[in-house]
């Protein structure tokens, strides 16, 4: 299998050196137009994201070897010189294609199961193809993954539960209230985790979200960024109107106590003493502790929420043998279609090869029987044919050995009907 996987990841190199090999969508469409273009590989694949920049390519010119292709890549992208060949790993032939399987399948992934990375890897598979760089195996090796990425989805759990703070505060009250669509909730803040958290709600169905931040135009941005119509609560004001929203979840970074429990326990009796679930995701904390000890008030801080990621990253952990049976079983899939493509242009010598003959006969016949004779014979002679070479056709696209056995038998057929190497 001409196949070969190079580049950096997670496992082989640290962030430091993994931005310096990151690449833009130009800048990877320009890598995989500048290697066919130059007559280097036949197709290729390039995914990059903020763990991974990684090569999959069908080399054609002799010299493009691991070696070559980790020195392409630090030379396109100006790498400074800490940058070395030792952080790249490289895969070969059907190693190669395992590893493409295992990324789109999320199991190679620093966070097992990450929901992002298929969308990446089509991504990365549908630029390849604007680019003109996909063919016959990388389109075959990209929906195989797919495929089998679908099947990880549905017949495991791998990808269930949530695994980072923001998603796991929303799945919590997600499992509390059930339905998000009538609460109203407050996000206070307007960072990255009260983004990620307001779009796991928004996710979830939440339809009533206000926001609050001590920077006003911070807030109204956010709103903006997630094209939903939000409240804009003053931040000077939204301890009085605490007491308005069923779900609280505080994210702001670098504050302290943003909410006392003397201002929640006024809230709650303003509320009638109505549950209300609050989610501190702030560091260091926004919530004063006490305030749990309030009737009704369920609070919940980062090291609660951990708890809930730690059980679910054990979880997928455990569906980690599962997924490798899925990938197993579509990687030899995979292999199998590819040995028999090995046979197509034998099979395709072999057919032009008994057409020869066959026309070589019929005109041997022609002015010594009638047309309507002759019509029939050259019907007999195709239906024939396919029934001779029907099983040893069959037999060499479902040839399932070692590839080396494969291509002993192709040698063989080639030098019994005398074909052209």
Not at 240 to 259: C, M, R
Not at 283 to 309: G, Q, S, T, W
Not at 371 to 386: S, W
Request: some cysteine; proline content about 2%; hydrophobic content about 45%.
């Amino acid at each position: 299998m001409n196949l070969i996987a190079v580049g950096v990841n997670h496992k082989t190199a640290p962030i430091e050196i993994r931005e310096q090999l990151w690449l833009s969508i130009p800048e990877s469409k320009q890598l995989l137009t500048s290697l066919v273009e130059g007559g280097i590989v036949a197709e290729a694949v390039v995914i990059s994201t903020c763990n991974r920049t990684e090569l999959f390519a069908v080399p054609k010119l002799v010299e493009a070897d691991a070696d070559f292709f980790k020195r392409f890549l630090i030379e396109h992208k100006g790498a400074r010189k800490e940058v070395k060949t030792e952080h790249f790993f490289s895969l070969f032939a059907c190693g190669a294609a395992k590893h493409f399987f295992e990324v789109a399948a999320a199991t190679d992934s620093m966070i097992i199961g990450d929901a992002q990375i298929l969308g990446q890897v089509k991504d990365a598979y549908r630029l390849a193809a604007e680019a003109g760089a996909t063919g016959t195996v990388l389109n075959h090796l990209c929906h195989a993954a797919f495929a089998a990425s679908k099947r990880v989805r549905s017949e495991t759990e791998l990808t269930d539960g949530a695994v980072s703070i923001s998603y796991a505060a929303v799945e919590l009250a997600r499992k509390i209230f059930s339905d998000l669509s009538s609460k109203h909730i407050l996000i206070i803040g307007a960072g990255e985790t009260a983004e990620l958290a307001a779009k796991h709600l928004i996710d979830k169905n939440a339809a009533q979200i206000s926001i609050t931040n001590r920077t006003p135009e911070n807030a109204v941005a956010l709103s903006e960024r997630l094209n939903t119509a939000c409240g804009i609560v003053p931040f000077a004001a939204f301890a009085a109107e605490l007491h308005k929203f069923d779900i609280v979840i505080s994210a702001v970074s670098n504050a302290g106590t943003v909410v006392s429990a003397a201002e929640l326990d006024a809230a709650m009796r303003l509320r009638q003493n109505k549950a209300m679930l609050v989610l501190d995701i702030g560091l260091p904390r926004n919530i004063d502790p006490n305030a749990a000890e309030l009737y009704n008030v369920f609070l919940k801080d980062i090291d609660d929420l951990n708890i809930i990621v730690g059980k679910n990253l054990e979880r997928r952990r455990a569906e980690l043998p599962k997924v490798a049976v899925i990938v197993e079983e579509e990687l030899i899939a995979f292999e199998r279609w590819h040995h028999a493509l090995q046979a197509v242009p034998t099979i395709k010598q072999l057919q032009e090869k008994f057409n020869e003959i066959k026309t070589t006969e019929l005109e041997k016949l022609k002015g010594r029987v009638s047309g309507e004779t002759y019509l029939q014979m050259e019907l007999f002679a195709d239906r024939l044919i396919k029934k001779i070479l029907h099983y040893p056709m069959q037999n060499l696209k479902l040839q399932t050995g070692v590839e080396q056995d494969l291509v002993g038998k192709l040698s063989l057929i080639r030098s019994i009907f005398n074909l052209e190497e």
